[in-house]
């Protein structure tokens, strides 16, 4: 079993953290136990529910009981997350001011607020911290290292301290690998990428007396996620009220200044070995458009912050897969010398996203057969087939093996895959998060799959798409993917997927060794459509 250690930092980071819970479900991180820590300091942001929702639904799917839940490969939801959290505890002392004492300071040590006072505007230092810096990274840096180590020297227990407390032993034993998802345009994400392993080796040393140093023990990549979507421009009104507020309209200045800064700082270079630069050609994308004249304010943070997804946090998602599949060897020559590989994929001129942009040629077929085949598996169970449940009821009288499933277990499967694909409401579907990502790509068939698989408002008409063989574009990694319906008219895309089922359960032994019924049934799945779409 390996371990990873990632930590998604601010709005986006959760954004990216979703993507990389997908890119599990799909089953890209085999024979994993993957440690999540959620850093905010907006504990109320919606994408942090979201989030929370997605994780919830995994790790249920995987069975109810925690304890129980083991890394498996090659099958849907084969890593084993392991999931924190952490927000500054901004309630009582919510300002610059209040957190430092800046009254006492001022008449304590005169010289640390003129210092402050050089460094930080009156509205910077009085402005409420609980939704974010608010793009003043000055500021963030300073709190979020200030934040970690005061957490980590807490008689309380908190999710930092587990998460840490995991670091540390993987630190002892080994190298881990701890890689960060966040952007360099905004507030939290910018403040904290810079100062982060310094804090979290810095914090583990004073849990562990000094016994472990992390920062020397692991190694460490990061994206550095330009600014890629806007938001409406804050009222004179909106800014007198919350002091201050980050505008869309500098997200690339402060990109540029940020990359300037990476480029250039000796401190950031001996800490990182590899950065992962990411960032689209316009700042066009607007997250919050489906909403429409519901967002008549600009929305700082809280509840009401729930970013549609983006396929550029995939991409982000994707970076921490291939920091993970790195050759240890590699990164300890860049840690020796104190260097650090800047690294980059470009996409073709036409628009088109392939699978290989994604995760690179070499495993540009397994992310396909692993994407799609879990989109199938999405429609067969919360189509009208409604497969997993008709197996646990006993429905499927050919398929007794399954009838001990959790109900809860099929429950959360469910609400994953309405995350992941579509939701039923009323007669329409909600978007999942496959569907924001393929419109954020621009529609049509430039995001991986087949068009006519997005071209739909109903439940009706999704049921009619031909997924059997209208999975996968025409061209491409994907194309000759496919399979026939039964049945001379109509046809059914189940029933061949059923009879394979049967005969792949006949004929392999693998889900035999798995223990949680859920799981048993995922594999043979998973076996099931890489043999009927023709992957093997």
């Not at 983006?310 to 860049?334: R, S, V, W």
Request: with cysteine; aromatic share 14%; hydrophobic share 40%.
């Amino acid at each position: 079993m390996n371990q990873f250690f990632v930590l998604g930092i601010g709005g986006t980071g959760m954004r990216c953290i979703e993507s990389l819970l997908h890119l599990c479900a799909m089953g890209m991180f085999d024979d994993t136990e993957l440690h999540l820590l959620a850093l905010d300091t907006d504990k109320n942001n919606g994408n942090f529910a979201r989030l929370k929702e997605v994780k919830e639904a995994y790790c249920r799917a995987k069975g109810s009981d925690a304890a129980a839940r083991t890394p498996l490969k090659d099958t849907f939801f084969s890593a084993n997350v392991k999931y924190y959290e952490f927000s500054p505890n901004y309630d009582v002392k919510s300002t610059f001011q209040e957190v430092f004492d800046y009254g006492g300071t001022q008449y304590n040590h005169r010289e640390e607020a003129d210092l402050a006072d050089l460094v930080l505007t009156k509205q910077v230092e009085e402005f409420n911290l609980r939704h974010g810096y608010r793009a003043q990274t000055h500021l963030g840096s300073m709190m979020m290292y200030h934040a970690i180590l005061e957490a980590a020297e807490s008689q309380m227990d908190n999710e930092l301290k587990s998460f840490l407390a995991q670091l540390t032993k993987a630190a002892q034993n080994g190298t881990p690998k701890v890689f960060i998802l966040g952007s360099v345009f905004g507030g939290t994400g910018a403040s904290s990428i810079p100062i982060i392993p310094q804090a979290i080796s810095r914090a583990a040393e004073r849990m562990n007396g000094g016994a472990v140093n992390v920062l020397r023990n692991a190694y460490f990549g990061s994206t550095l996620l330009t600014a890629y979507f806007n938001f409406k421009t804050p009222t004179g009104d909106e800014l007198n009220a919350q002091k201050v507020i980050a505008t869309s309209d500098k997200f690339a200045l402060n990109s540029q200044v940020a990359m300037m800064f990476y480029d250039d700082d000796a401190t950031v270079r001996s800490t990182y070995q590899r950065f992962y630069m990411l960032g689209t050609d316009s700042i066009d994308w607007e997250p919050m458009a489906k909403r429409g004249e519901e967002v008549s304010k600009t929305i700082t943070g809280g509840a009401e912050q729930k970013n549609d997804s983006h396929y550029i946090e995939l991409l982000a998602a994707c970076a921490a897969l291939d920091f993970y599949n790195t050759k240890p060897e590699q990164l300890e020559e860049n840690k020796k010398h104190a260097a650090t590989d800047y690294l980059y994929r470009a996409v073709g001129e036409s628009g088109r996203f392939e699978f290989e942009d994604f995760v690179g040629q070499q495993r540009a077929e397994v992310f396909a057969r692993k994407f799609g085949t879990l989109l199938a598996f999405a429609l067969f169970c919360n189509g009208e087939d409604d497969f997993v449940e008709s197996v646990r009821c006993g429905a499927q009288k050919e398929i007794t093996e399954f009838t001990g499933m959790e109900v809860s277990q099929v429950e959360y499967l469910k609400k994953y895959f309405a995350l992941l694909f579509f939701e039923r409401s009323e007669g329409q579907l909600a978007e999942g998060w496959v569907r924001q990502l393929h419109r954020s790509a621009g529609g049509g068939d430039k995001f991986l799959f087949n068009a006519s698989l997005f071209g739909f408002n109903t439940f009706k008409d999704l049921m009619k798409v031909n997924w059997n063989k209208e999975l996968y574009r025409t061209d491409g990694v994907g194309k000759d993917n496919n399979y026939k319906k039964s049945g001379i008219f109509s046809g059914s895309k189940f029933d061949p997927f059923k009879k394979m089922f049967i005969a792949e359960r006949e004929s392999s032994q693998g889900w035999k060794a798995i223990t949680n019924s859920g799981e048993k049934l995922y594999k043979l799945v998973y076996d099931t459509l890489g043999k009927l779409y023709q992957f093997t």
